[in-house]
């Protein structure tokens, strides 16, 4: 399975761009841009592998990708800066 169930996630992660890791979401989703380091302990590559997965397919609603993949990022990935691009 590559995306917790909906019920399993955060509050904050289910409101569109309730953080700044939904707003992260929305930019690689729409426009594309780069993510932030990941974290000490993380496999960069799976990490982007596993995402690119996610966003891309079509099974799950886009809520559902949204707050799976912004959840996923906060524990893998250092805090976004504004306008990460």
């Not at 099974?59 to 990935?77: D, F, G, Q, T, V």
């Amino acid at each position: 399975m590559l995306m917790p169930p909906f019920a399993a996630l955060p509050q904050e992660f289910k409101s569109h761009n309730g953080t700044p890791w939904n707003a992260l979401f929305s930019q690689l989703f729409f426009s594309g841009g780069k993510l932030p380091p990941v974290k000490e302990g993380i496999d960069a590559r799976a990490a982007r592998i596993h995402l690119s997965a996610v966003m891309a397919s079509f099974e799950p609603k886009h809520e559902h990708k949204e707050a799976a993949c912004a959840y996923l990022m906060s524990r893998w990935y250092q805090k976004p800066t504004s306008g990460q691009k």
